[in-house]
């Protein structure tokens, strides 16, 4: 099964992107990944944009708040929690910084922003009627997460006390893996100076049927290719810019597993 009822608390569970330029980002991607959208308002005459797949919710494509004009376009991604109310004092206590303490987002959820100490965003996201994406781990839906910071050690000892997330070594040395109870969760990659001068982010990874494909009519529907196509040990990934600029990776997996609950 790859359709999803309920995150266990500590799980990645929902990506989305905010974008300059909603009018060129959204087509692309409708036609890059085979997603359909559905608008809702959320106020001040602007529409979320929710991504589906086979009629279950993804992604989602936002505008780019008044407060936010002129930061890049981005994605954003969001981990589930049972409960928001004691984070920020975590959060503070673990060296990190609450970016926006816990608020309703019109009914669906409420959510807090926070900077770990590496100075990577990260939303956590305790849920009324949305879950978080419908679908995963299946061509056209978010099938991993990945922080690249440039001090691992800080990063899984803030989510450690945070989240109690738990880390194994990878195969190479720069990179570890998030476990949550048990279930693998995620990725932390050590940044070095090929990085230049990118700030410590989170990416979000969606699954892809043929990634030669993918980046063909990555170019041909106007956006870029940063990285890639590269192979790791479970497949074949690219790093892409839509064309208002928001960075995320698509990978063709040697193996999916399905979502368990």
Known sequence: M?????????????????????????PFYCELMGWTFEEVPMGNGQMYSFL????????????????????????????????????PEKVTAAG???????????????????????GAFINFWQPKTHIGAGIVNTHGAMVWNELATRDTSAATA??????????????????TYIHNRGRLNGGIIEMNEMWGDMPPHWQVYFSVA?????????TEL???????VDSTSVGRFAVIADPAGAMFAAIQLDQIQPWEE
């Open 2 to 26: 790859f359709t999803v009822t309920r995150y266990p608390h500590g799980t990645f569970s929902w990506a989305d992107c905010q974008s300059s330029d909603v009018d060129k980002a959204r």
């Open 52 to 87: 589906k797949k086979d009629g279950h919710a993804a992604a989602a494509i936002s505008p780019m708040p008044d407060q936010m004009q002129g930061t890049p376009s981005h994605w954003n991604t969001y981990v589930t929690v049972d409960d928001l109310s004691p984070l």
């Open 96 to 118: 990190g910084t609450v970016i926006a303490p816990p608020f309703d987002v019109l009914g669906s959820g409420d959510m807090m922003t926070v900077q770990d100490p590496t």
């Open 158 to 175: 803030f989510f450690g006390d945070v989240m109690g997330w738990t880390f194994e070594p990878g195969e190479d040395t720069f990179y």
């Open 210 to 218: 043929d990634i030669d494909d993918i980046a063909k009519r990555t």
């Open 222 to 228: 106007g956006g870029r290719i940063l990285s890639g």
